[in-house]
């Protein structure tokens, strides 16, 4: 069974950053895709960045400029650094992963990132 594990999250002051990790719990093949999603209560999942083997980004608007997605494509871990976080970036915050042309699609359990104003 292979899970992926988020940690990083916490309390953070308005303007202030804090860095996401993600890897899966067991060893597996180099996923194609990895990134982060995130969820406020009351809101639907969005997406916040991805990033492909080959490093390809993609960015969610509201993050760009602020975030940065990367990876480690050796130990299949995906980094979210967040910087000049807002209030309005407070969420679960979670993981996925999907092979190339998958039908599987892996998720975290997800990491609380609270943004204080």
């Known amino acids: 069974q292979v899970q992926l594990v988020e940690s990083g999250g916490g309390v953070v002051k308005f303007g202030g950053s804090l860095r996401l990790s993600c890897a899966p719990s067991?060893?597996?093949?180099?996923?194609?895709?990895m990134g982060w999603y995130r969820q406020a209560p009351g809101k639907q999942r969005e997406l916040v960045a991805t990033?492909?083997?080959?490093?390809?980004?993609n960015y969610a608007d509201s993050v760009k400029g602020r975030f940065t997605i990367s990876r480690d494509n050796a130990k299949n871990t995906v980094f979210l650094q967040m910087n000049s976080l807002k209030p309005e970036d407070t969420a679960v915050y979670y993981c996925?992963?999907?092979?190339?042309?998958?039908?599987?699609?892996?998720w975290g359990q997800g990491t609380q990132v609270t943004v204080s104003s």
């Open positions: 990033i492909t083997s080959a490093n390809s980004t």
């Open positions: 996925n992963a999907d092979f190339r042309l998958s039908d599987r699609s892996f």
């Open positions: 067991t060893a597996i093949s180099t996923f194609y895709v």
